[in-house]
């Protein structure tokens, strides 16, 4: 890792010294282990705060969105497709966009660490290849690194940069096709079981919209939940039906579009499942129309396109 961000590094100062972009959006290393947050360099000193470590889960697409300076970002293959999606919906001009672009195995889950370390607090995490070492006040434990890792992480087949201008590190290997096993699995569920998931989970909702807040793909200036005329759901996050209306209505929005980042599950302080049900559209995208958001700059948006050979049965009487 640490010759990763060497490289990221030499790579931010070299374009911003060159007047090649005005800002290089990348991470810094956060106030916490494990943690990195997001950096906006705009000199060659800045530049040097630049880091790269499991740590950097955040979505930078997040930050690309309608800038009118010329900008460089450090991503990796999940915020690449995001990027992709962005641009096609011209909310991002590639013209003004350099991408520099770092295959990626995995983030860190670091609720996932909590869980096995029993709640312990981490003062140090030491990544040595496959294996974490974690230390806090009295205790010292080596991990495998596959055992915390993110389950969008773990799922995901994109681990390399669809597209990039510079490419830091070397390609990972790819991954065969997802078979979508947990949704399947859910899917196998009654109604009854699926919906009384459904209900244990936006029970806990605080509608914070972190969520949404967190995903590179909601970006409407003004949210249904927000609207007063007419007034779709309740403003009280204590109305277990109205949680379940927003987060079934934000996906929907996403459909076609949703990069399966798990972006918004990271930012769920109730750590609500919610990628069951970003999952269930990434799935039915890909079986429907086989269409996976942010994969090729040549394909269209799959709900932007029509066929004559386009599944409707919604429309057939039986």
Same mark, same amino acid.
């Given at each position: ?53 499991? #740590?950097?889960?955040?979505?930078? +697409? ?6 009118? =300076? ?6 990796? #293959? ?16 590639? =013209? !003004? ?11 860190? *889950? ?7 370390? *029993? ?30 890792? &993110?389950?969008? @992480?773990?799922?995901?087949?994109y681990g390399n940069p669809v597209i990039y201008d510079e490419l830091i590190g070397e390609p990972i290997p790819a991954k065969g096709d997802d078979d979508f096993a947990d949704i399947k699995e859910f899917e196998a ?7 009384? &998931? ?16 967190? @995903?590179?793909? $909601?970006? $409407?200036?003004? @949210?249904?939940?927000?609207? %007063? ?24 929005? %996403?459909? #076609?579009?949703? +990069? *399966? ?9 109730? %750590?609500? %499942? ?23 700059? *040549? ?9 004559? !050979? ?9």
């Amino acid at each position: 890792m640490q010759k990763l961000t060497e490289q990221i590094k030499d790579t931010a100062k070299k374009l911003l010294e060159e007047k090649k972009v005005d800002v290089v959006v990348g991470f810094a290393q956060g106030s916490l282990p494990l943690r990195g947050t997001p950096l906006f360099a705009r000199t060659p000193e800045e530049a040097d705060k630049l880091v790269w470590s499991r #740590g950097c889960e955040n979505n930078l +697409a997040n930050y690309l969105r309608k800038r009118e =300076d010329k900008a460089a970002v450090v991503a990796k #293959g999940c915020d690449v497709r995001s990027i992709v999606a962005l641009i096609k919906e011209n909310q991002i001009n590639r =013209d !003004n966009l350099y991408i520099i672009g770092v295959p990626c195995d995995g983030m860190i *889950d670091r609720k996932k660490v909590e869980k096995l370390l *029993d709640g312990k607090e981490v003062l140090e995490a030491i990544e040595n290849g496959n294996s974490l070492e974690l230390k806090g006040k009295g205790f010292t434990k080596t991990v495998d690194v596959k055992d915390v890792l &993110h389950n969008s @992480c773990l799922d995901c087949r994109y681990g390399n940069p669809v597209i990039y201008d510079e490419l830091i590190g070397e390609p990972i290997p790819a991954k065969g096709d997802d078979d979508f096993a947990d949704i399947k699995e859910f899917e196998a569920k009654s109604p009854a079981e699926r919906r009384n &998931h459904f209900v244990q989970e936006f029970s806990k909702c605080i509608r914070c919209y972190a969520c949404r807040n967190a @995903c590179p793909m $909601c970006y $409407c200036e003004e @949210c249904f939940v927000d609207c %007063s005329t007419p007034e779709w759901i309740s403003k009280s996050a204590t109305n277990v039906q109205d949680n379940i209306l927003f987060q079934v209505v934000r996906v929907f929005h %996403s459909a #076609g579009r949703c +990069a *399966d980042c798990g972006a918004c599950e990271r930012a769920c302080p109730m %750590s609500i %499942s919610l990628r069951v049900l970003t999952r269930k559209l990434v799935k039915d995208v890909k079986e429907l129309f086989d269409a996976e958001a942010g994969v090729s700059m *040549d394909d269209k948006p799959a709900l932007a396109t029509f066929t004559a !050979n386009d599944p409707e049965p919604f429309l057939v009487k039986e």
